[in-house]
């Protein structure tokens, strides 16, 4: 079959350059091995933040006596939680079936591989010819030695994102964003939970302040969620129908199930590359150029496969901008700074751009603004006021360099900041903007007033 743009992969990068393509007239095919949506819909992004929601069901219930609110202890039916979780996830995936088709792309449901130069051959035998191919084909949990995801106690996040059972206790090795995430889940849950972290820091791949990070490590303690940094996690030895985790500083650690969270590596391998004499960098990244092709002519690589951060909404706006360039429009060269991340610790933790730090590392001359949680009606009115939020801008124009938010909702919140950074606007355009009342946004123009030294609800500094 002969297309102008095969997509290899239906995942976020995926399945959006496919119909953002379609819809720019060119003659799609999309091909998917597994689930259309990819790791975000079904095995990541999407299932953690439903259960994430649920479990918080669980959390708000048992502390809502302060409000003179009672509820009897919960209890939790697995197999329902599991549905409604899949329900969440195939609402999603059918959605996307349905644009898929709306906009006429072809969606082949197969392995694809590269054949030479503009040919993809399936695993049924057909062959794609294409003048351009888009590798989007995501990314895998990495094993680490001594840990064999075939061990049916050792999980990966697809494991425990399956929801078979609540381990009594559970090691979590890896305290980056998805290690930390899933240990919220299990706590909330009833497990007992350690978090293993070889690093001297937790969440060390993300540019986040000591005072940011403080926030969640009081609160994950507070939660007894026990966290080991600096730590590694050498082997296990199956103990009493559980296992033993070894440590490095010769402490064992009994448990019920241990959860591998260490990263994650491009989907690189029985891609046939070398049919077209390309290789993954060292890092497992494919290198690609501004206009996102790599150095085989005519062969495009996006999202998780190639460098910067493994984000859903990454993957999408390289997927679009590909797409555009392909449509004949101009390259748009992403900015990695400019995207924002969510974290869904407990409180959640939200960041853009530059932290203090990283500005102050760079040399910059900057005005910092902080307002705390605690001084927003409307999360001390929903019993959720810790944290804060942050905003970091240049001291000369004033233009917002950064912003980071700790508490609830930050997830939400951070977008404010986000369009401020993309769209090279100062504290000026935030703090003078009026927010409704009560409400969290109101956080980060206070914040931004803070910076400027014109704050009513904190003293200035
Ligand atoms: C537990 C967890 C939680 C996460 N939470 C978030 C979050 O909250 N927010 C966020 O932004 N990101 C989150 N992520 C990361 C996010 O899921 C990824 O960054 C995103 O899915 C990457 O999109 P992609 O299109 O590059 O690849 P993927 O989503 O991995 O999709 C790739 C697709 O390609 C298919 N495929 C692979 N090889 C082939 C082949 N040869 N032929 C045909 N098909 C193939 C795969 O089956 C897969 O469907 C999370 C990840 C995990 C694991």
Same mark, same amino acid.
């Given at each position: 079959m002969d297309y102008q743009v095969v997509v290899v992969g239906g995942g976020p990068g995926g399945y959006v350059c496919a119909i953002r393509c379609a819809q720019l007239g060119l003659r799609v095919g999309l091909l998917e091995e597994r689930e259309l949506g990819g790791v975000c819909l079904n095995w990541g992004c999407v299932p953690t933040k439903a259960l994430y929601a649920a479990t918080k069901l669980i959390e708000r219930a048992s502390t809502a006596d302060e409000m003179g609110i009672g509820f009897p202890p919960p209890s939790i039916d697995l197999t329902k939680l599991a549905a409604w979780k899949a329900r969440v996830v195939s609402k999603l995936v059918g959605g996307i079936e349905t644009l898929l088709d709306k906009n006429g792309v072809d969606v082949h449901r197969a392995r694809g591989r590269l054949d030479g130069s503009g040919r993809v051959a399936l695993a049924s035998g057909e062959t794609l010819t294409a003048e351009r191919i888009v590798l989007a084909t995501g990314s895998s949990p990495i094993e680490i030695p001594g840990f064999p995801f075939d061990d049916p106690l050792v999980w990966s996040s697809d494991d425990a994102l399956a929801l078979t059972e609540i381990p009594d206790r559970l090691v979590v090795i890896g305290g980056g964003v998805i290690g930390l995430e899933l240990a919220t889940i299990y706590r909330r849950l009833g497990s007992s939970v350690t978090v293993i972290e070889l690093l001297p820091e937790i969440l060390s791949a993300v540019d986040l302040d000591r005072r940011t990070l403080g926030v969640v490590k009081r609160s994950l303690a507070e939660q007894g969620i026990d966290v080991r940094t600096g730590? @590694?996690?050498d082997s296990y030895e199956p103990a009493k129908d559980a296992l033993a985790v070894r440590l490095n500083s010769g402490e064992s650690l009994e448990a019920d199930r241990v959860l591998l969270a260490v990263g994650r590596r491009p989907n690189t391998a029985d891609l046939g590359l070398a049919s077209v004499d390309l290789e993954p960098e060292p890092s497992g990244v494919l290198a690609v150029d501004d206009s996102l092709e790599?150095? @085989?002519?005519g062969v495009h690589a996006i999202g998780d496969l190639v460098a910067g951060p493994m984000l859903a909404h990454k993957a999408s706006a390289e997927g679009v901008a590909l797409a555009d360039a392909l449509a004949g429009g101009e390259t748009r060269v992403l900015d990695h700074e400019t995207i924002p991340q969510a974290i869904f610790t407990d409180p959640e933790i939200a960041s853009v751009g530059l932290s203090e730090r990283a500005a102050k590392e760079r040399g910059r001359e900057i005005l910092v603004g902080r307002f705390p949680y605690a001084a927003l009606g409307k999360a001390l009115g929903m019993r959720d006021a810790s944290g804060f939020f942050q905003i970091v801008a240049d001291a000369g124009d004033h233009r917002v360099l950064g912003a980071q938010i700790v508490g609830a909702e930050a997830s939400d919140l951070i977008s404010e900041a986000a369009v401020a950074l993309q769209a090279g606007l100062t504290l000026e355009a935030i703090a003078d903007a009026v927010h409704p009342h009560p409400t969290l946004p109101e956080g980060l123009k206070e914040a931004a007033e803070n910076a400027l030294g014109r704050a009513i609800h904190t003293v200035n500094r």
């Amino acid at each position: 079959m002969d297309y102008q743009v095969v997509v290899v992969g239906g995942g976020p990068g995926g399945y959006v350059c496919a119909i953002r393509c379609a819809q720019l007239g060119l003659r799609v095919g999309l091909l998917e091995e597994r689930e259309l949506g990819g790791v975000c819909l079904n095995w990541g992004c999407v299932p953690t933040k439903a259960l994430y929601a649920a479990t918080k069901l669980i959390e708000r219930a048992s502390t809502a006596d302060e409000m003179g609110i009672g509820f009897p202890p919960p209890s939790i039916d697995l197999t329902k939680l599991a549905a409604w979780k899949a329900r969440v996830v195939s609402k999603l995936v059918g959605g996307i079936e349905t644009l898929l088709d709306k906009n006429g792309v072809d969606v082949h449901r197969a392995r694809g591989r590269l054949d030479g130069s503009g040919r993809v051959a399936l695993a049924s035998g057909e062959t794609l010819t294409a003048e351009r191919i888009v590798l989007a084909t995501g990314s895998s949990p990495i094993e680490i030695p001594g840990f064999p995801f075939d061990d049916p106690l050792v999980w990966s996040s697809d494991d425990a994102l399956a929801l078979t059972e609540i381990p009594d206790r559970l090691v979590v090795i890896g305290g980056g964003v998805i290690g930390l995430e899933l240990a919220t889940i299990y706590r909330r849950l009833g497990s007992s939970v350690t978090v293993i972290e070889l690093l001297p820091e937790i969440l060390s791949a993300v540019d986040l302040d000591r005072r940011t990070l403080g926030v969640v490590k009081r609160s994950l303690a507070e939660q007894g969620i026990d966290v080991r940094t600096g730590t @590694a996690a050498d082997s296990y030895e199956p103990a009493k129908d559980a296992l033993a985790v070894r440590l490095n500083s010769g402490e064992s650690l009994e448990a019920d199930r241990v959860l591998l969270a260490v990263g994650r590596r491009p989907n690189t391998a029985d891609l046939g590359l070398a049919s077209v004499d390309l290789e993954p960098e060292p890092s497992g990244v494919l290198a690609v150029d501004d206009s996102l092709e790599t150095r @085989a002519r005519g062969v495009h690589a996006i999202g998780d496969l190639v460098a910067g951060p493994m984000l859903a909404h990454k993957a999408s706006a390289e997927g679009v901008a590909l797409a555009d360039a392909l449509a004949g429009g101009e390259t748009r060269v992403l900015d990695h700074e400019t995207i924002p991340q969510a974290i869904f610790t407990d409180p959640e933790i939200a960041s853009v751009g530059l932290s203090e730090r990283a500005a102050k590392e760079r040399g910059r001359e900057i005005l910092v603004g902080r307002f705390p949680y605690a001084a927003l009606g409307k999360a001390l009115g929903m019993r959720d006021a810790s944290g804060f939020f942050q905003i970091v801008a240049d001291a000369g124009d004033h233009r917002v360099l950064g912003a980071q938010i700790v508490g609830a909702e930050a997830s939400d919140l951070i977008s404010e900041a986000a369009v401020a950074l993309q769209a090279g606007l100062t504290l000026e355009a935030i703090a003078d903007a009026v927010h409704p009342h009560p409400t969290l946004p109101e956080g980060l123009k206070e914040a931004a007033e803070n910076a400027l030294g014109r704050a009513i609800h904190t003293v200035n500094r």
